[in-house]
């Protein structure tokens, strides 16, 4: 199987699976939904989009296992297959029973054990207590960016697909590395031909929850324990290719703790929330925000390709951060009252 077959099988078992759970789950998800619809999401859908990213990975780790003898062997599978099913429980399970925020945070915890448990922790001290608390703190931070961003359609789906495109392009082309990223993108495509405003399904926080650690897996994986980069091109890959996670996490939290609120309850105060103020637009600022995290990744090749200054990139970055920043204080000023 090519790496385009990859694609589309996972595309069109993504497509098919939907159609039939669509028919019997019409609610599954919607927990709460009157809250819910207050700090989210506008209208009840089900919450399918994470479930048919895991049964889709459950059935291609299956044929990948019956073709290729080695598979499971692999420590890379074995994490990730460990990785996906663990974080989609813990998903599934806020989904159905609206678990409080100290069990999630616990759960999320163990996602990032897994990793350390397997070893997938870089070397940037030499003291490996700090290093492991790095892999936890990476993955805690990522599976909550993605939960936070996952507040209109096809944003964090969209964010997270182009994540993976990126990173598919600058890892080796083995096929023990480049499946899952084949499969990703595959499965994501299928998901936003259902979750493009206006939506049939959302991604619900078994499917944020399932994208957030495999993000943070891969990242530390092929970015930070990369041994032909050094600590500064670390943190300018990370920032690349996780920007607009990033900056929106960075902004809400600065935001609610100058107005002394939590920064862990959900809220409209978001990068997409606040762009509504500029366009009512669902796929205009969904786009928009696509196109700045296209931008800096453009940004980032540049710097790879050109072996540019990072003093320059990082005046890229800056630029691009304070303009963001510069819309949200005035959207902020506008709809403070709101928020």
């Not at 048919?52 to 019956?66: D, R």
């Not at 096809?154 to 990126?166: G, N, T």
Request: aromatic residues 18%; hydrophobic residues 55%.
């Amino acid at each position: 199987m090519g790496f385009i077959g990859l694609v589309l099988l996972t595309f069109f078992l993504f497509i098919i699976g939907i159609k039939i759970l669509l028919r019997f789950s019409v609610n599954l998800g919607n927990r709460h939904i009157e809250a819910l619809d207050e700090i989210r999401w506008s209208s009840r859908k089900p919450s399918l989009g994470g479930i048919g990213i895991f049964i889709c990975f459950l059935i291609i780790s299956l044929l990948l296992a019956l073709f290729l003898d080695d598979y499971f062997k692999s420590s890379l599978n074995q994490v990730l297959f460990i990785l996906v099913f663990a974080s989609f429980a813990i998903g599934f399970l806020d989904d159905t029973y609206n678990t409080n925020a100290l069990l999630k945070l616990l759960g999320q915890i163990f996602c990032g054990l897994i990793l350390v448990f397997f070893q997938f922790v870089p070397d940037l001290t030499p003291f490996f207590g700090v290093n492991a608390f790095f892999t936890i703190f990476i993955t805690v931070f990522l599976m909550n960016s993605i939960n936070m961003i996952d507040n209109m359609d096809a944003h964090s789906s969209s964010i997270s697909l182009i994540f993976f495109i990126a990173l598919f392009i600058m890892i080796p082309k083995q096929w023990n590395y480049v499946w899952p990223f084949l499969f990703f993108i595959g499965v994501l495509l299928g998901f936003l031909i259902y979750n493009v405003h206006p939506s049939k399904i959302f991604l619900g926080d078994s499917g944020s929850q399932l994208l957030g650690a495999v993000l943070a897996f891969f990242i530390i994986q092929y970015v930070w324990m990369s041994s032909h980069l050094s600590l500064l091109d670390k943190c300018l890959y990370h920032i690349c290719l996780l920007f607009v996670t990033s900056i929106d996490t960075f902004t809400v939290f600065i935001y609610r703790i100058k107005r002394k609120t939590s920064p862990f309850v959900g809220g409209k105060d978001h990068l997409s929330h606040v762009l509504s103020i500029y366009t009512p637009k669902t796929n205009q600022i969904v786009w928009l925000l696509a196109g700045v995290q296209v931008l800096v990744l453009i940004i980032l090749a540049l710097y790879i390709q050109f072996n540019l200054s990072s003093g320059l990139v990082i005046l890229g970055l800056l630029i691009v951060f304070f303009i963001i920043q510069y819309f949200y204080f005035l959207s902020y000023r506008i709809k403070s009252k709101k928020f």
